[in-house]
């Protein structure tokens, strides 16, 4: 097995207002021909400056402080500006996350595929549209001639991505970086693009480095995996050996914080605390503060990549002495219980949300957008409704209109049997204390010009919860407790917290109402593995001592297993099937579902 | 497309409507005409016969908006509100203080203007240009720090002293352009060299800047990180992909400005002579010639609002996101 | 007697409104963090000191009053003059009463012009007559040159020994409390200004620094008093600016619907009129109104500084429209947000959404634009002047000097000091607000584009 591409030593500083980041610390990694392999990580852990560092595109303030990158025996890192510009794109190729931005918003994509052949091959004119065609083809582009004359913004994400695939792979690059190649992607389309990736690799034999953050991805694609964090690799080993027993806790916890139906009785594995600031210089292993497993050498002697069998190392003093037992297999999931005698709290009955089409010269009306078409579900009390689907199915506007935060069309809204959709501003007021929300981003949801307190007291103060500010203080405190942040947390400013702290501070903010009802949109998919697991732990524990009822909109299925009593499948403004989630998610009967579920890549 | 362009065009109306009440506000409402009459004939022959003459003369003697006394719809259009305002949109401006037919004064200087204004906007956007994409294209070097430092500078002068400066050095010490004055035909270009080459440097370093930093938001932009993934060259990347993207809001953003051109500019017309439009409005200004002042702001108007529209329109051209969206 | 002309208060009334947003902005990381970004660049410092001193003596020009006449007999009520003055035309005495005939060249001690003499034997020739004031305390001119360089050297060593003085004291005051602003960036600055100003002052004393006039005033002395003018027309100006721009702003992206449209719409049609031909008619209606009222003005100070306030009145009135757009694709922009939302969801009222969530996340913008704008009105306040649509001509400006002095372009040899003086004084004033004005755009959010 020779190696396509080979890293040794390599490190990556950045320089920033807090000092040198070192972004990749010395990672060593080689890939062979036709192979997969994959570089999984959290976000912040240097992994996609490493891709950036094989191609030499980092951005203004990072730059390459030492190490080798020798592609097919070429070294990269020597070679000037002008020698690297003739690898790039044709020896190899890289492909990023966000397909809509990464190609240009003003040039047709047969143009932007072409420009790599005139590049790199003598090809002109009529021969070089041929290859563009036939590129366009391969990766799958329908009516590819009529595409080739279309801009980006013309085509849907998952096109754009092929589009990006195929200037990638126009001149047969013996190495691909995908970075994240899917992230941006909804998960039926991820399937597609991942089959796309899978088959083209086997055509052309060339090798794989694929970044993401996803064990079901890595399960699904990759030949070798290499964990990456704080900047190092933990773990390098063969899909198998690693997906079976993997051997750095880090690795251990990152399978144990997966959410899934085998979890649901209990809480999810959390890993405590946050990432070291890579400004720090390390005296010891860089995981020791939120190792379950650190012992005192851990924090006075950096570990080295030892090898515990043939292609399988690991990162870890304890690896000297003993091995970590295989993953226990994951048990069949107990079926929800039936709701039963439980007291409905929110009955929507053919929600529509349909928004304006208006053409013309005098802005008339000339149709619709039915983003929300006819949905009816309910919510008992003390239970978890999961609203599942693809982005663009209107899931959120269902959310939204359920709080009247976007006017509902037609149908009804009932709240304990009292209706919603025909109160005023006013009116409302009443209600809006018994249900609340908590949103996807937390970077959007807390005001950054307010501090923590008047974050928690607004909503206190706007329906008259608490009789007093002294009194409300108190609450605030009884909140972050319930929250797990601390009481220093009132004077501070939102942007002092991690993204997962302002989850909290967001689900937080809803409960300081004594809300029954809580519409969480999308609360986690903007963090990653650990710290998901965190707030989903928070959640599922405050539904049991508070009695809380969620309506849990969410495009992870992963999600729904472990929190779900009840599930509904939205496709184009509809609700395609509903019921006990157990039932839904083994034994789905519409086929929207079947292929929903089918496209989740999974780690078992 | 069209019907978004016909919806513009539309739109326009209420504006010159709006901006026909204002003016006709400003300068009648604020203060009445024989407050006007006192101020042009100055103190000394302030009689109420010298102000109803003067009144008279130039038609502000009937009543403002309503004529109750006149027949039919003569109530309406016997009015000041009618002759002065109304009329403004069948481009009737009326008579100038010295009597001359302000509509045709303004055709005669329209070209002078033009010839003025024109190589100014040429000139000025392809150097503005090829400079910022020189400073985006070594950027944070020494020479975009310099660029930067010089464009400041000379963002911090007053166009008042490009003007006297240019003139003095020039024309004075160097004796190779006349100093002021206008010919028509060829001639005018010995007259146009100097001022268009102020023109040019007046605004040098505010738009050179802007497009700089125009520049360098777009190379931030994921897509040229793409393209560089591709191998394509520097000058490549810059040429084919940034400068495409960056166009667009520079273009579209001095599209406004090309139907003002006629206008012609305020300052430098009249510090060299040059007998454009740009110069009758400073030369009515000074002379308080309200009529003339009047008909430049609904000119000017009216130019603002075709230069809007040629903005819509240039957009649903450039970019193919507005075009085929 | 004091006299408070209308711009005098609005002035003082900025300088409060400014002191009280830097205390409440102290304790608030948002806006306490980007000045301190603001304050660790080099440029920005300096910049700031020679706007500090810009400042000074704008505000030391800002406060009036009216000098008592001397009594004819004791026991008569004090009468006042009917001129107001500024405690800096107090500081600046000798400058303002030391009058030529005409034009002298910087440091003349000569007329630029022949006059007929009297030659001490009684025969009269054409001749630059001596100055009645610019070295007049020379007994031989011969001296000139001895004396010009020994008051230069002696203002430099005073500068320098007021410069060490101050440094000494900063460093106490100063530098420990906020060790991380570039201190020697400051000091080179005040440095620089007092190198200028010291042997200015020194010289200013026996000669014209600056030359003098067409009437014979000491051209220092009115780029001195021009100051006030423009800083008046930078900041007076955004009294009215801003309340226009930030409510229409903010309302229009807040409510939209048919609040937008009727805000767009008239802040298209503003835009519309060409803003030079815009203010030139607002003015010219101003005069009108100014002229038949000239009773209302006891002192031709007030009337100037009527006129001066309803020119920024007017720039602002024509200028919001800029900040209104940005706010309002700000607001636009805000009132999608999640903890907007939020706040919905909560019942919280519209007025609580926007005093406690859009405003202070648009303020960033509104400081940026307020300190972009300042220099583009100064710079607007030299070419109104010139077209004369500017301040009244009674007013020292930058602009009434440049206009004045753009008469002389022709005489043989040039009479270039005024045009320099305004030149220098400008140009140091705008180039430094235009530094600052970067410095703090890049502290407050480098990815704003005004």
């Excluded at chain 1, 605390?273 to 860089?286: I, K, W």
């Excluded at chain 3, 205390?23 to 410092?45: D, E």
């Excluded at chain 3, 009036?64 to 026991?75: F, Q």
């Excluded at chain 3, 303020?363 to 109104?384: K, N, P, Q, Y």
Aim: glycine fraction near 8%.
């Amino acid at each position: 097995m020779s190696a396509a591409l080979e890293l040794a030593g390599l490190r990556t500083v950045l320089d920033t207002p807090e000092g040198e980041l070192r972004a990749v610390d010395g990672v060593d990694l080689e890939i062979a021909k036709g192979e997969c392999f994959a570089l999984v990580g959290e976000s912040g852990c240097g992994k996609s400056m490493t891709a950036l560092s094989i191609l030499r595109l980092l951005p203004d303030v990072g730059r390459i402080a030492g190490g080798s990158v020798r592609l097919g025996g070429l070294d990269l890192l020597a070679l000037p500006e002008a020698a690297m510009r003739a690898v790039r794109g044709k020896r190899a190729a890289m492909i990023f996350q966000e397909p809509g931005t990464a190609l240009n918003p003003v040039l047709t994509v047969g143009r932007q595929v072409a420009e790599v052949i005139e590049r790199h091959t003598s090809l002109r004119g009529p021969a070089v549209r041929r290859r563009t065609l036939e590129l366009l083809r391969s990766v799958g582009v329908p009516e590819a001639e009529r595409r080739m004359g279309e801009y980006a913004f013309q085509l849907s994400g998952g096109q754009r991505q092929r589009v990006m695939i195929a200037a990638a792979l126009a001149v047969d690059p013996e190495v691909l970086i995908a970075d994240e190649p899917t992230t941006a992607l909804d998960v039926t389309i991820q399937a597609q693009i991942l089959d796309l990736l899978a088959k083209l690799q086997a055509e052309r034999g060339m090798a794989l480095l694929l970044i993401t953050h996803d064990l079901g991805i890595v399960a699904r694609m990759a030949d070798r995996v290499a964990v990456m964090y704080a900047g190092e690799i933990v773990e390098v080993a063969p899909r198998e050996q690693f997906f079976r027993a993997p051997q750095h806790p880090y690795s251990q916890k990152l399978f144990a914080a997966l959410p899934g139906a085998a979890q649901r009785d209990g809480s999810l594995a959390q890993i405590p605390g946050q990432v070291p600031p890579l400004t720090t210089e390390f005296g010891g292993c860089r995981f020791t503060e939120r190792c379950d497993f650190a012992f005192e050498r851990c924090a006075r002697e950096v570990p080295q990549l030892r090898t515990l069998e043939p292609g399988h190392r690991v990162r870890c003093h304890l690896r000297e002495t003993e091995r970590a037992a295989p993953r226990a297999a994951s048990r069949a999931a107990p079926a929800a219980a039936a709701a039963a005698g439980a007291r409905r709290l929110l009955d929507v009955k053919d929600l529509k949300v349909h928004f304006p089409i208006r053409r013309g010269v005098f802005r008339r009306t000339v149709g619709y957008v039915k983003a929300v078409d006819g949905v009816s579900l309910a919510v008992a009390e003390g239970r978890t409704l999961a609203l599942v689907g693809e982005s663009g199915s209107g899931k959120t506007t269902v959310g939204k209109a359920i709080l009247q935060l976007i006017r509902p069309s037609a149908g009804s809204v009932r709240y304990q049997g009292e209706e919603l959709t025909r109160l005023g501003r006013a009116g409302l007021q009443r209600y809006r204390a018994a249900m609340q929300i908590v949103f996807q981003d937390p970077y959007a949801s807390l005001n950054p010009r307010m501090r923590v307190a008047d974050i928690l007291a607004e909503g206190m103060r706007s329906l008259g919860v608490g009789r007093d500010d002294a009194e409300r203080a108190r609450r605030i405190g009884v909140l972050l407790d319930q929250v797990g942040l601390p009481a220093s947390a009132t004077s501070r400013y939102p942007h002092e917290f991690s993204g997962g702290q302002r989850q909290r501070i967001a689900i937080a903010r809803a409960l300081a109402v004594e809300p029954k009802l809580i519409v969480c949109d999308e609360p986690t998919s903007a963090l990653d593995v650990s710290v998901q697991a965190q707030i989903l732990n928070l959640l599922k524990s405050l539904q049991e001592r508070l009695g809380l009822a969620y309506l849990f909109i969410t495009h992870n299925l992963a999600v729904v297993e472990y929190l779900a009593h009840e599930v509904a499948v939205m496709n184009e403004g509809r609700i395609v099937e509903q019921g006990p989630a157990g039932e839904v998610l083994r034994a789905p009967r519409h086929p929207y579902t079947r292929t929903l579920l089918a496209a989740v890549p999974k780690v078992d | 497309m069209l019907g978004y362009i016909l919806r513009r065009t539309l739109y326009a109306i209420p504006i010159l409507v709006g901006i026909n009440l204002l003016t006709f506000a400003l300068f009648f409402l604020v203060n009445t005409p024989d407050d006007m009459a006192r101020l042009q004939l100055g103190v000394k022959r302030v009689t109420p016969e010298a102000i109803a003459k003067w009144k008279a003369e130039r038609g502000y003697d009937r009543p403002l908006l309503w004529n109750a006394p006149a027949a039919g719809t003569k109530k309406f259009t016997d009015t000041i509100f009618f002759d002065k305002s109304v009329k403004l949109f069948a481009l009737d401006f009326g008579r100038a203080e010295d009597n001359r037919d302000i509509f045709n004064e303004i055709r005669t200087r329209m070209g002078p203007s033009l010839a003025l204004a024109v190589p100014v906007f040429l000139v000025g956007l392809m150097v503005n240009i090829t400079f910022a994409l020189g400073m985006a294209f070594f950027r944070a070097t020494y020479l975009d720090l310099w660029g930067v430092v010089l464009c400041v500078a000379m963002m911090s002068i007053s166009s008042l002293f490009y003007i006297i400066g240019g003139q003095y050095l020039i024309s004075k010490l160097w004796h190779l352009v006349p100093i002021s004055g206008y010919e028509g035909g060829v001639d005018a270009a010995k007259f146009l060299v100097l001022p268009v080459l102020i023109g040019v440097i007046g605004a040098f370093g505010s738009s050179t800047r802007f497009y700089r930093t125009l520049f360098l938001e777009e190379m931030g932009k994921d897509y040229v990180r793409t393209a560089r993934a591709k191998g394509l060259a520097e000058s490549v990347v810059m040429f084919r992909h940034v400068l495409k993207n960056a166009l667009i809001p520079i273009l579209t953003g001095v599209v406004v400005v090309i139907p003002t051109l006629f206008l012609g500019s305020l300052i430098t017309e009249s510090f060299f002579g040059i007998p454009g439009l740009g110069s009758y409005t400073i030369d009515a200004i000074q002379a308080q010639d309200f009529a003339v002042v009047r008909s430049m702001v609904f000119i000017g108007s009216v130019l603002y609002i075709v230069g809007l529209l040629l903005t819509d329109i240039s957009y649903t051209l450039v970019d193919p996101r507005v075009r085929l969206a | 007697m004091p006299v408070v002309l209308a711009t005098d208060f609005l002035v003082w009334l900025l300088v409060l409104a400014v002191a009280s947003f830097a205390w409440y902005s102290r304790r608030r990381a948002h806006l306490a963090a980007p000045w301190a970004r603001v304050f660790r660049s080099r440029t920005a410092v300096a910049s700031a000191v020679v706007l500090a001193c810009y400042i000074l003596v704008g505000l030391l020009d800002s406060l009036h009053y009216r000098p008592a006449l001397p009594a004819r007999d004791a026991g008569a009520p004090v009468a006042y003059s009917v001129e107001a003055r500024s405690l800096l035309d107090l500081g600046l005495a000798p400058l303002r009463e030391r009058f030529e005939k005409t034009y002298s060249a910087p440091l003349a001690t000569r007329l630029f012009q022949r006059e007929q003499v009297e030659l001490p034997d009684g025969r009269t020739a054409r001749d630059f007559p001596r100055l009645r004031h610019g070295g007049a305390h020379l007994e031989a001119e011969a001296d000139w040159g001895k004396d010009v360089v020994l008051r230069a050297l002696a203002g430099l060593a005073a500068a320098f020994a007021l410069w060490s003085v101050v440094l000494i004291c900063a460093r106490r005051a100063l530098v420990r409390r906020w060790p991380n602003v570039p201190w020697g960036a400051a000091a080179a600055a005040l440095g620089a200004i007092l190198a200028l100003a010291g042997p200015a002052a020194m010289l200013a004393d026996g000669f014209h620094v600056l030359g003098t006039n067409q009437v014979g005033q000491d051209v220092l002395y009115q780029a001195l008093k021009s100051i006030r003018t423009s800083l008046v027309i930078g900041t007076v100006t955004t009294l009215v600016l801003l309340p226009l721009g930030i409510m229409a702003g903010i309302a229009a992206g807040y409510f939209r619907g048919w609040v937008d449209d009727v805000i767009q719409y008239l802040y298209t049609t503003l835009n519309s009129i060409p803003g030079v031909l815009l203010i030139a008619a607002f003015v010219l209606m101003l005069q009108v109104f100014l002229d038949n009222h000239g009773d209302w003005f006891p002192t031709t100070a007030q009337r100037a500084d009527m006129r001066l306030l309803g020119l920024c009145a007017i720039l602002g009135l024509t200028s919001w429209t800029g900040l209104a757009r940005l706010l309002r694709g700000e607001a636009l922009k805000l009132s999608e947000l999640e903890y907007i939302q939020a706040a919905h969801a909560f019942g919280v009222s519209h007025a609580r959404i926007l005093a406690r969530h859009i405003l202070p996340n648009v303020a960033h913008i509104v400081i940026i634009t307020l300190v972009l704008d300042f220099s583009g009105l100064v710079l607007a306040e030299a070419v109104l002047s010139y077209v004369g649509v500017g301040v009244d001509p009674s007013t020292t400006s930058f602009g009434t000097m440049i206009n004045a002095a753009r008469l002389e372009m022709a005489r043989e040899p040039m009479v270039w000091w005024s045009l320099a003086a305004a030149f220098v004084f400008m140009f140091a004033l705008v180039l430094a607000a235009n530094l600052f004005a970067d410095a703090v755009r890049d502290g407050f959010d480098p990815r704003v584009r005004v």
